[in-house]
């Protein structure tokens, strides 16, 4: 047997050789185990989750009907802010290039027409239709339909006021169409001039008149008499009816805006009444007179120099 002779203390002692490389290989074993790092486990395996949606409907787009065949059949509901919310957009022509410049022309109108909803100050709703015009801003024009009417009445003559450049507003008076309450032509005034003060705000608008027919007419002098930003006020067939007691006192009040009155020359009534207006109005008065018994929308609707008189008038010309 060897020895191995170690010096490790100042006593000398002497192991024999295998003791000596046991002793090496054990605390060789204790510096490895201590040394080990136990391995990370594996990365999970990720699956990818797929998300898988329903495919949305298509929807074709709904065509623009022009207002000259909407027909405004009713049952318009809902107040609309204009126009901040429903903004008229019109598409414009494409440019043309003519010697080297590129001409664009003015935009042609969608054609489109907003409803709305106002309410007065006892609760009732009137119902009404916004149509814009071709170019704005443009001047704006009230209609008021005549008695057993409603705002359908002016169907026909919509269109032709779009086209010569004018914002037009139609209502349903108290009674009418699809508008509450009950009929009473002695709160048509107090309700135009609440309708028309909102009209004055919507974008797009650059000042306005009112007018109408028979005793929507007269109402409209009546209404535009005591509300500001009136430029002024037509009436076509005008009657007098339960107006009969205020018109001169209404007619002092609407001061020197100018006033345009239209009737059928066999219609007697209605030229007694422009031949009164005529006789207390202080301002830029101007009668038309057309042949025939013709009254109201119809009248309108069959003479086309009162269509372009009407539209000139209310642009200022």
Known sequence: MSYIRLNASPHRRIFPASMAGGLSLFLLGLFIAACEVEPLPPDPTITPTIYLLPASPTVNPAP???????????????????LGTHVLEFTPAAPEVIGGATITPPPAATEQSIPMNFVMDDGVSLAGRFYGAPVRPAPALLLVHGAGEDRRVWMEVVP?????????????????????????????????????????????????????????????????????????????SPQTGVFDPTLNEALTIYGVRPLLLAYGSEDAESA???????????????????SGAGQGVALITAESALQEALIAWVRGG
Do not use: H, K
């Open 160 to 236: 032709l006021l779009q086209q010569g450049g004018l914002n037009v507003l139609i209502i349903d008076l108290r009674g009418a169409g699809d508008s509450g309450g009950r009929l009473a032509w002695d709160a048509v005034p107090s309700d135009l001039r609440a309708i028309f003060s909102r009209l004055l705000t919507l974008p797009g608008v650059r000042g306005a008149a009112m007018g109408g027919v028979g005793m929507g007419g007269t109402a409209a002098i009546l209404a535009c008499a005591e509300v500001d930003g009136c430029r002024g006020a037509f009436a076509v």
């Open 64 to 82: 623009v009907t022009p207002a000259s065949s909407e027909g405004d059949g009713g049952g318009d509901s809902g107040d609309v802010a204009l």
């Open 272 to 290: 007694a009444v422009v031949s009164r207006m005529a006789a207390a109005e202080r301002g830029a008065i101007r009668q038309l007179t057309y």
